[in-house]
């Protein structure tokens, strides 16, 4: 009896210890990660930013969670997506990470978000599109990701799936690297697969959903399309039908991302994971189509007004995203005017689930889980560094940015001047000198050669 007595005092004890520990404040969250990405979002593509487009799911979670009013990324697709993976600067891995390439961006190797979160017993999944290199081998498969399902390259016709006509990385629709031929609009498929890995698994996971909307080939559904029936958007017909189409891509965007809320709520996982939500650039205006395939070209697309530039500038237009973070009960509504950049991902979510590197990672981001919690009330200035292949570049320290084009230098003061109206290097040499410096400082950070393995490959 006392033997009896005995084990169920250890059992109780036992118990009780565990549900203190899972108690315990200062143990680190393990939620489930959804991190999704638009691709070629406009500022003014939006509801919630007074868009053109209906985007009701959206505008719900910026509502709900916190509108990340200053989240910058790079100018174009692979450098953003290199940064928010591996926590650091494009141009540390070389000048083929700083281009919409389909080379290997990072070695083979290197540790990302995915491999960490991973390495913490999350299953990892990615669904959309890679754009981190072309080949199967270089593949969401070799960089943490349990498994891997899209297109490898930067962009695909949403009907064909395939890249551009002729080119040796055409056929790129794959799963977890094996290439193969499937039916259906590619967002509404890379959704469904998102939701499928919500359904079957309960944390926790990592989701990484990387849409091809609204990169074109710019069209949807006609289901979509007729959310704007009676609205006319620009007198000219193809003007007009380019318009459609992108709004109608867009709300359809939104309603997938509905759809993979709707999943997690479905599935009782809701108040268990943290949505973050970002454009891998700014939206471009208008656009030839240069894929395999029967869609029009875009002469009226997407809008970042009053945002100057566009993708592949260095005004806030092409660099400064739509962008979101949703938790209920874990992160409060708001809106967040702290700057921050995509390579504070890896360091923000590692240290909110507990993950500690076993070598110094040379990230270039910051952890800005106090600054979403409102922990930190007001943020220290910090140096945001944006370089582009071609030598141009971007700093920001504080409220002032330079864009450094060649010999030429500009400066605004982004406190008096968020719509970049006026260059005032002129006025403030002394200022545009500091910047300049420590432009010169990041850029010596950065790899000048690209890979020897990589050099005559397509890209």
Not at 30 to 41: E, G, K, M, S, W
Not at 201 to 215: D, E, I
Not at 441 to 452: F, H, I, K, T, Y
């Amino acid at each position: 009896m006392r033997s009896c007595l005995a084990w169920s005092a250890a059992l109780f004890l036992i118990s009780l210890a565990g549900s203190l520990a899972a108690a315990d404040p200062a143990a680190p969250a393990r939620p489930n990660i959804l991190l999704i990405v638009a691709d070629d979002l406009g500022w003014s593509d939006v509801g919630w930013h007074g868009g053109f487009s209906k985007t009701p799911r959206m505008d719900a979670l910026v509502r709900e969670g916190i509108e990340l009013d200053q989240h910058y990324v790079q100018p174009v697709c692979t450098p953003t997506r290199t940064a928010l993976l591996s926590g650091r600067y494009p141009g540390r891995f070389g000048p083929q990470a700083l281009a919409p390439s389909n080379l290997r961006a990072m070695p083979l190797g290197t540790v990302t978000l995915a491999s960490a979160l991973k390495s913490l017993g999350y299953a990892t999944f990615q669904t959309g599109k890679w754009h981190l290199g072309g080949r199967p081998e270089w593949g969401p498969n070799a960089y943490g990701f349990d498994h891997g399902y899209g297109t490898l390259t930067g962009a695909a016709d949403p009907w064909t799936h395939k890249y551009r006509a002729g080119h040796p990385y055409e056929d790129t629709w794959h799963r977890d690297g094996r290439l193969f031929r499937e039916e259906g609009n590619a967002t509404e498929l890379i959704a469904a697969e998102a939701v499928r890995r919500i359904e079957e698994r309960r944390g926790p996971w990592f989701l990484y959903v990387p849409f091809h909307a609204v990169h074109t080939p710019v069209d949807a559904p006609d289901e979509f399309k007729r959310l704007y029936d009676g609205v006319r958007f620009d007198p000219d017909p193809a003007k007009h039908d380019s318009r459609l189409r992108m709004a109608a891509m867009v709300s359809q965007l939104d309603a997938k991302i509905g759809a993979l809320v709707d999943a997690l709520e479905r599935t009782g996982q809701r108040d268990n994971t943290l949505i973050v939500f970002t454009s891998d650039n700014g939206g471009i205006e208008s656009l030839k189509n240069a894929y395999a395939g029967t869609v029009g070209d875009s002469p009226l697309n997407s809008e970042n007004d009053p945002l100057r530039g566009q993708k592949n500038t260095l005004f806030e237009g092409g660099i400064r995203v739509c962008a979101f973070a949703n938790w209920p009960g874990r992160l409060k509504p708001g809106r967040a005017t702290a700057p921050m950049h995509a390579v504070d991902w890896f360091p923000t979510l590692a240290g909110l689930v507990g993950y500690v590197p076993q070598s110094d990672l040379r990230w270039d981001g910051i952890d800005q889980w106090p600054m979403l919690t409102g922990q930190t009330m007001k943020a220290e200035p910090r140096t945001l560094y944006i370089a582009m292949q071609n030598g141009n570049a971007a700093l920001r320290y504080g409220d002032w940015k330079l864009i450094a084009q060649g010999r030429k230098s500009l400066l605004f003061d982004l406190g008096k001047d968020p719509y970049e109206t006026q260059d005032v290097a002129a006025e403030h040499s002394e200022i545009v000198q500091d910047l300049t410096q420590r432009l010169k400082g990041q850029r010596a950070l950065d790899n000048p050669a690209v890979p020897e393995d990589l050099k005559g490959l397509p890209h």
